[in-house]
Structure formats: structure tokens, C-alpha cells
């Protein structure tokens, strides 16, 4: 199943993604609905969204397929890591092996696939990564590594807009990335479920092109199966001690190449510039669909009392 939200002249709208088009379910029911009404509810509501007359895909407002209860990032690619060491001057620490580390990112900054994005007030390097997300969809606590996909609703692409200049400076506080990384989380473009890409499994993921462009110049290309941490450890390391949600999002990390900041690190002679406004970056990873985005103007930076 694919599942999509979108504008509806009554309100947000959940639909599903057929052959002939988007099947409409009846209005006043979200994606986080449907999860909190147990494992058959994604099932059992396609099967009424079929008897609806289609739209047409193009035709329609996208918003994110859900509003997240937690958004956490992971590091499940080490060679992203690896690749913007130069960057930083931050050996990779041995420590990335032993557990996929992640962050709480900001769930209230979830914006749908084809949104605007304001750089941040006061940041002049900005900056895309290319994610898979996961959506959990079954609740548990300390979940055992070999059941921990069960707990998967569903995958989706996802960009964790960041603020290079600012993360940087934050680095200092030892927190925690928070206005580096505190504007914009895109999801979407749709909830794609697991049985739809179980053929493509290939090593801790799923064998998926992952692409990102640039006001059409491919500037990054990987592959989701070359995770070194796949969804199965993040859930589990996640889970542990703490309840993950129906709802709840997981980033996998950024793909290698997946962002500015690692060009710039691994080659700044030829590095192509951060993002500005007026720029267009499309992400997409086969089978889940595209992110599409143009970059514009943020809002002025409000100094504080030091002027930082």
C-alpha cells in the first residue's frame, strides 16, 4: 500500500495511491489514526478507500503523509560520517559501531513534499540530507532486534534540512544539534508499506537508488542497502527502555554523498556552494517517491542580549 495526505477543500485528506489514481478515504481521518487503530486498520481501510473514485496524482496538494508524534534521527551510513571528517577535524569514533546513535529532531517543523524552505534567520551555509525514514506502526518497549520490523507501518523519504554554520557553532555546547537542524524535517512524498519493496532486500536494507539534484545537477547518489545500521538495530537501540508510538519517525541517516557538507569536506577546491534562495533540490529514493523543494528567502535573524 501507498498512502498519501493532501488538500481537500474540507481540510487534509488520506488517500491511497492505486494504477488509476488517489482512492479518497471518507474525510476526518489521518495516517496517525489508522495506525492507532492496530495492525489491520492500514488493510482494512484501503479496502474502503478502494470503492471511492480515484484523482489524479498530479493534480493534488501534498502535505507530509503524517505529523509525527517523535521525529529521532539516526547515523546508520558510517561513510557519511567518514566523508565529512575533514570538515569538522573529528575522528570517527569507535563508538559508531557499537550503537546507531541518534538525535530528537523537531517534529513540529514537519513540512510536506513540495513546500517551500526558508534558509534559517542567521545562517549562510544550508544544506539538504538524504534519508529513508521509518514510521512505526506497532507500540513496544525494549523491542528484541529479530522482531523489530514488525513494528515498521511503513517507509518514507525524508530531508533533514540543516544549518552547517550554526550546527557547527552548537557543537561547543555538547547538547545536541537544536537551531542547526531546528527549521524544516520534509517527509513524504507517501507512506510506502513494507510488502511493496520486500523483493528489493539486500543487506541491512533495501537495494534503492537514492539521488539528490540541485537545480537539476545530480549532486549525490547512493544506495539504501549500503547502510551499516539497518531499521532492525535502530528500532531496537531506540526502543530500549523507552516506548516507541504508532507515529513515532525514525531517520535512517544520511546516504554517502547525501549532503552539501560532505562535498565540501571531502573537496572544497571544487565545492558548487550551500544552498540560496531560488534554488530547486528534488531527492528521491525508487520506489518511495520524491521530494521537491525550492529554497527561499528566511526570516531576518533577532540577535540576543550578546548578539550572537
Known sequence: MRWITFADAAGDRVGLVGDDGVHPLEPD??????????????????????TSAPLPLDDLVLRAPLQPRALRDCIGFLQHLR???????????????????FYFSNAGAVTGPRDDIPVPPGSQQFDFELEVAAVIGTPGVSIPREKAED?????????????????????????????GKDGANSLGPMLVTPDEISHRRSGEGFDLRMTAHVNGD???????STVDWGFADIVAYA??????????????GTVPTGCLFEHFAMDPDH????????????????????????VVAGQALNPLRTGY
Open 151 to 179: 513494528h515498521i507501518a511503513g517507509y518514507l523519504v525524508y530531508c533533514d534540512w540543516s544549518a552547517r554554520d550554526l550546527q557547527i557553532e552548537e557543537r561547543a555546547l555538547q547538547l545536541g544539534p537544536a537551531k
Open 239 to 252: 526502543s530500549r527502555g523507552a516506548r516507541l508510538r504508532p507515529g513515532d519517525v525514525i531517520g535512517s
Open 218 to 224: 545530480l549532486v549525490s547518489e547512493g544506495r539504501w
Open 83 to 101: 566523508n565529512c571528517q575533514g570538515g569538522v577535524d573529528m575522528p570517527l569514533s569507535p563508538r559508531h559501531a557499537e550503537v546507531p546513535g
Open 29 to 50: 481521518i489521518t495516517l496517525l489514526d489508522l495506525l492507532d487503530d492496530g495492525t489491520d486498520a492500514l488493510a482494512t481501510a484501503a479496502s474502503r478507500a478502494r
Open 271 to 294: 565545492f558548487r556552494g550551500w544552498l540560496r534562495p531560488g534554488d530547486e533540490v528534488v531527492l528521491a529514493v525508487e520506489e518511495l517517491g520524491e521530494l521537491r523543494h525550492r
